[in-house]
């Protein structure tokens, strides 16, 4: 493991080269054709370690990146600390309803949102501490530090989000994103109510010693999937679920799932002109396929061809249910002008 310091948190970061001893120059003959890195971005409450399958199967012809979301895995403080003493903090404006600091993001050259349907085109963007926009920038950060210039995006389910958000403000950096268990778009009242409204239950009693609980991981391995998974995936479920800072799992549930946040998704997608794709999952009951083509069909290539591709016999842990079928979408994703077989 290695870390990197933004906003004042250690990042955790792994990165898997097709050799082992490749450490500082990529063996082309190893590579496959255009091959650039490919850097994972897991969900809410999780860390890089769900990737480990997909990277496995991966790794042996592409570099892969995976590194814990601010405020995850193995990104976090010793202590819960006050936003304004959590390190580093590049804004100057304060929310007065969340308390959490704003960063101001210039939106790269011809490129707009809307803060309302009808509201003004805005060069600008304002992002809250825990925002979608606010981990694109930590991923730049990361990108910076490792000097890669040239990458694919990843995203599981809340990071799919912020992959779509970096590749709309770094376009000339991000050549493509896949997204797993991810779309959006589409805001229903009382659905996100009560599904902020749960996830903030859950984070209210996290003591350390749940993890000791014996019988926890086996429930643990059986939430959001169609088969349950090992007992070994449970125990790292739980051990995700209690470390998570508290801040940032609150801010992150709550700032990417207000109106504003999910209305601005669309409008992300519609103005990317990389190569886009989406893997869904046929018993994903937290992000059903309705709402991923729905996200999926703002993009100018979905009338072209298929951008979506469907596992059948899988919840919403893709990459870690099935790694091989992802591995494949992926692998076909990721060729010059080819097109995911269809599912």
């Given at each position: 493991m290695l870390t990197k310091s933004i906003r004042g948190v250690p990042h955790a970061y792994d990165f898997t080269y097709p050799k082992a001893d490749a450490r500082t120059n990529f063996p082309p003959d190893?590579?496959?054709?255009?091959?650039?890195?490919?850097?994972?971005?897991?969900?809410?409450?999780?860390?890089?370690?769900?990737?480990?399958?997909?990277?496995?199967?991966?790794?042996t012809s592409y570099p892969c990146l995976t590194y814990d979301?601010?405020?995850?895995?193995?990104?976090?403080?010793?202590?819960?600390?006050?936003?304004?003493?959590?390190?580093?903090?590049p804004?100057?404006?304060?929310?007065?309803?969340?308390?959490?600091?704003?960063?101001t993001i210039d939106l790269p050259a011809g490129r707009f949102l809307r803060g309302r349907r009808d509201g003004p085109k805005q060069a600008t963007y304002q992002a809250s501490t825990y925002s979608l926009a606010a981990y694109a920038k930590d991923l730049e950060s990361l990108l910076d530090h490792l000097a890669l210039d040239q990458v694919w995006l990843l995203g599981h389910s809340l990071g799919g989000s912020v992959a779509l958000w970096a590749a709309y403000l770094l376009p000339d950096r991000i050549k493509g994103v896949i997204c797993i268990n991810a779309g959006g778009g589409i805001y229903i009242k009382d659905e996100f109510e009560k599904f902020r409204t749960a996830g903030q239950q859950m984070l209210k009693f996290r003591p350390g010693w749940l993890?000791?609980?014996?019988?926890?991981?086996?429930?643990?391995?059986?939430?959001?999937v169609q088969q349950p998974l090992s007992v070994s995936w449970g125990q790292?479920?739980?051990?995700?679920?209690v470390r998570?800072?508290?801040?940032?799992?609150?801010?992150a549930l709550l700032e990417s799932t207000t109106a504003a946040e999910v209305y601005l998704l669309p409008q992300v997608v519609s103005q990317l002109e990389q190569p886009l794709h989406f893997i869904t999952a046929t018993e994903d009951t937290?992000?059903?396929?309705?709402?991923?083509?729905?996200?999926?069909?703002?993009?100018?290539?979905?009338?072209?061809?298929?951008?979506?591709?469907?596992?059948?016999n899988c919840g919403?842990?893709?990459?870690?249910?099935?790694?091989?079928?992802?591995?494949?979408?992926?692998?076909?994703a990721l060729q010059p002008r080819a097109f995911c077989p269809a599912t």
């Open positions: 190893q590579l496959e054709e255009g091959a650039c890195p490919l850097v994972f971005i897991h969900g809410w409450l999780l860390s890089r370690t769900y990737w480990q399958p997909l990277v496995q199967a991966l790794s979301m601010r405020g995850f895995g193995e990104s976090v403080l010793p202590t819960d600390l006050p936003d304004d003493q959590s390190g580093e903090q804004s100057d404006q304060s929310d007065e309803q969340t308390g959490t600091n704003l960063q993890a000791q609980l014996p019988l926890l991981p086996r429930a643990f391995a059986r939430l959001m790292q479920r739980v051990r995700d679920f998570a800072n508290a801040q940032a799992a609150k801010g937290i992000m059903p396929r309705r709402y991923v083509d729905y996200l999926a069909s703002f993009h100018s290539g979905f009338a072209q061809g298929r951008m979506v591709s469907e596992i059948p919403h842990m893709a990459m870690v249910e099935q790694p091989e079928r992802v591995a494949q979408i992926v692998r076909a």
